[in-house]
């Protein structure tokens, strides 16, 4: 079974400028989630879609964040503009019907310059 | 609000030795625990999950946890470390079974000395 895809890996930008990150989860997760991993801390939920809705979007800096996941399927976090507190790894995550558990991509690492 | 302690940001312990890592939560309803495992510049790796059944849990690569209501503690052992468990590790918890999005706490760094 295929996992939980991103891309790209790892972005380099510079301050003021945009930038986009993709997820394509697990098939047959209707739930998918973003989070924000900065350097020594835990993942913090951003975004969490249940099918094409949003669940909860109460942690998305909604200035400069936004997601969407048109067809229920793959999913793109946008960030625009960038500043250099977000400089950090933006992981997807899907779960499935059934259970509680995440299941998590490799994540996307941006530095922001 | 849900929120998770973990007590110490790194532990370290000798190859062969017991592994202890700290998770305290708070919550207002029964929770679902879960502890994952993350690898540098990899995803997060589910290690072992509580879903209100046993209160022992048994996980992957040798690891188990037990929930203590009483103490609201949810620890993570493993009675002989080996240098591949030398990782980062999280604690998450959710209030709605899973159905929400998890609440992590900082993580532990594990290092294993030789």
């Known amino acids: 079974e295929a996992g939980v895809a991103q891309s790209p890996r790892y972005k380099i930008i510079e301050k003021r400028q945009s930038v986009a990150f993709w997820c394509n989860p697990i098939?047959?997760?209707?739930?998918l989630y973003w989070y924000q991993q900065i350097l020594g801390q835990g993942p913090k939920l951003l975004i969490q879609?249940?099918?094409?809705?949003?669940?909860?979007d109460s942690q998305l800096p909604k200035d400069r964040f936004s997601a969407e996941r048109l067809k229920g399927v793959d999913s793109t976090l946008k960030i625009q503009p960038a500043k250099l507190e977000d400089s950090a790894v933006y992981l997807c995550?899907?779960?499935?019907?059934?259970?509680?558990?995440?299941?998590f991509g490799e994540g996307s690492r941006l530095t922001v310059l | 609000a849900q929120s998770v302690t973990q007590l110490g940001s790194h532990v370290s312990v000798s190859e062969g030795a017991l592994v202890l890592l700290r998770c305290n939560y708070s919550?207002?309803?029964?929770?679902?625990l879960f502890w994952y495992v993350q690898y540098p510049n990899q995803g997060l790796q589910l290690l072992l999950k509580?879903?209100?059944?046993?209160?022992l849990v048994k996980g992957i690569n040798g690891f188990e946890a037990e929930f203590k209501k009483s103490e609201t503690s949810f620890h993570l052992t493993k009675p002989s470390a080996h240098m591949s468990d030398a990782a980062e590790y999280f604690c998450?918890?959710?209030?709605?079974?899973?159905?929400?999005?998890?609440?992590f706490g900082k993580g532990t760094h594990l290092i294993i000395q030789p």
């Open positions: 995550a899907s779960r499935p019907p059934t259970t509680g558990e995440l299941f």
């Open positions: 098939s047959g997760h209707a739930t």
């Open positions: 879609f249940q099918n094409n809705g949003v669940v909860d």
């Open positions: 919550s207002s309803v029964p929770p679902y």
């Open positions: 509580y879903t209100s059944a046993a209160t």
């Open positions: 998450a918890v959710s209030e709605a079974g899973g159905a929400d999005g998890l609440t």
